[in-house]
Each structure stands twice: as structure tokens, then as C-alpha cells.
């Protein structure tokens, strides 16, 4: 796939992209609150989700002592170089909820 071709994709599916990553922003994955413990685990499940939904090959939640590890595999060749993507899906308290221009959960597009 060459650049005008991932330019062309990107394109394509932006609006699909977009959406994805509203609906996991609307999930209140915090994990310094107990209280928000299924909706952490919520979150892990829809990152797996996600990766399947990108064709990725073997995807795993695997538990921890803390919440769980997302874990994705796909191999193109196991002769090329490995790229490795690190990222977090849990988010910080949104306190003190005064200071937000509109609820921390409930993501708005802003046009700047």
C-alpha cells in the first residue's frame, strides 16, 4: 500500500474511526476508582473488539493483579521487523468536574 493509498483509506473510513473512538471515550474507564471497575474491564473488552475489527490475529485480555492487559498479534512476515504499539485505555478521575466545558464523558468535537 503506498502513501496516496493509506491517504485514500484514512479518508474513506474517517467518519468510521471517528465514531470508534467516541464510543471508547464515552466509557468512564477510571482506574484509580474502584467503583468504575467494570467499566475499565468494559473498556478492555472493546479495545479487543476493536483489534479483531482491524483484522488482527490473535488478540487476548489477559487478567493482572491491577486490571487487565490487552494484548494483539498480527504477523505479516516473520522475516520483516517487529513494530511494537504501546498505549492505555484506562483514563484519571475527571475531578474537579467544574472545570469542564461539558460532562468528561460525553466527548464534544470542537472546531477550532
Request: aromatic content about 8%; overall charge negative; cysteine-free.
Amino acid at each position: 500500500m503506498d502513501s496516496t493509498q493509506i491517504t485514500n483509506y484514512i479518508s474513506a473510513n474517517k467518519e468510521r474511526f471517528l465514531n470508534e473512538l467516541l464510543d471508547l471515550l464515552r466509557i468512564p474507564s477510571v482506574s484509580a476508582d474502584p467503583k468504575y471497575a467494570g467499566d475499565v474491564n468494559k473498556t478492555a473488552e472493546a479495545v479487543k473488539q476493536r483489534l479483531i475489527e482491524a483484522g488482527v490475529d490473535k488478540v487476548e485480555v489477559s487478567p493482572t493483579k491491577g486490571y487487565p492487559v490487552v494484548y494483539g498479534e498480527k504477523i505479516i512476515d516473520p522475516k520483516k521487523p517487529t513494530v511494537i504499539v504501546y498505549g492505555h485505555y484506562d483514563v484519571q478521575p475527571a475531578d474537579p468536574l467544574n472545570l469542564w466545558d461539558s460532562p468528561p464523558f460525553e466527548p464534544v468535537i470542537k472546531k477550532t
